[in-house]
C-alpha cells in the first residue's frame, strides 16, 4: 500500500464549481500536512498547509481528520487558472523532515 | 529571490554515460532533497540530507550518489546512466524542524537514450 494515496483523475469541472480532492496517508506517526500545486512541466510550489483545525485561504479549503488519516482540499468558484495536479503531502518524523508526496490529482476547469 | 536553483534543465545522455546535477539554495535551510518524478509514480525520493555532513538513501538511491558540498548545495550524480532513469529531477530544501515547508527548483529533464 503507497504511504499517500489520492484519486489521479482527471477531473473536468466548469468555471464556477465546486470541486474536492481527498487524501489518505497510512502512516500514523505523519506529523504534518500540505496541499502543493503542480502546473504542466513545472516544479511543486505550496498550496497551504493543512491544520488539525481545519484552514481556509480564500476559495480553498483544507481539513484534517487525524482518526482517519485522512485530508481533504475544497476549491470553491473555480477558476480556469485553477487548473493543475493537486498533490498531498504528508511529512514523517524523523531526523530532519521527510516529505512524502502523493501521486497527484490532475483537476481541469473548463469555460 | 532566486530560492533553489538547479542546472542544467534539460540533458540528453547515452547510456553509461555519467553526469551530475547540481542544486543550490540560498534560503539558509538545513535540510536538502533530491526527487524524481515519473508518470503516474509522484515524486520519490532518491537521497536527502537533513543537514551539512549528513546524508541518507531515501525511496530509490540505486544508481546514484550524492554530495553535501555545503550548506547551500547538494549534487545528485549519475554515475552509469541507464535508460530507466529517464525522469525529471527536483531538487528541494527545507529547514530541518517539523512543520516547514519544501521549496522546489524549477526541475532537470533528463533523456537517457
Not at chain 2, 546524508?55 to 555545503?70: F, I, M, Q
Amino acid at each position: 500500500r503507497k504511504e499517500v494515496e489520492q484519486d489521479p483523475g482527471p477531473f473536468n469541472v466548469p468555471e464556477g464549481a465546486t470541486v474536492a480532492f481527498n487524501c489518505t496517508y497510512s502512516n500514523s506517526a505523519s506529523q504534518s500536512f500540505f496541499w502543493y500545486r503542480q502546473d504542466c512541466r513545472k516544479e511543486p510550489k505550496l498550496l497551504m498547509s493543512v491544520y488539525s483545525s481545519g484552514n481556509e485561504d480564500g476559495r480553498f479549503t483544507a481539513q484534517l481528520n487525524r482518526a482517519s488519516q485522512y485530508i481533504s482540499l475544497l476549491i470553491r468558484d473555480s477558476k480556469l487558472s485553477d487548473s493543475a495536479t493537486y498533490l498531498c503531502v504528508v511529512t514523517i518524523k524523523g531526523y530532519g523532515q521527510n516529505f512524502v508526496f502523493g501521486p497527484g490529482t490532475r483537476l481541469s476547469v473548463l469555460p | 529571490n532566486a530560492g533553489v536553483t538547479q542546472t542544467p534543465k534539460f540533458q540528453v545522455l547515452k547510456t553509461g554515460q555519467s553526469m551530475t546535477l547540481q542544486c543550490a539554495q540560498d534560503m539558509n535551510h538545513n535540510s536538502m532533497y533530491w526527487y524524481r518524478q515519473d508518470p503516474g509514480m509522484g515524486l520519490r525520493l532518491i537521497y536527502y540530507s537533513a543537514s551539512e555532513g549528513t546524508t541518507d538513501k531515501g525511496e530509490v538511491p540505486n544508481g546514484y550518489n550524492v554530495s553535501r558540498l555545503n550548506k547551500r548545495e547538494f549534487s545528485l550524480r549519475l554515475e552509469s546512466a541507464a535508460p530507466s532513469q529517464t525522469s525529471v529531477y527536483f531538487c528541494a530544501s527545507s529547514e530541518i524542524e517539523m512543520n516547514t515547508v519544501a521549496f522546489f527548483g524549477q526541475g532537470t529533464r533528463l533523456t537517457v537514450v
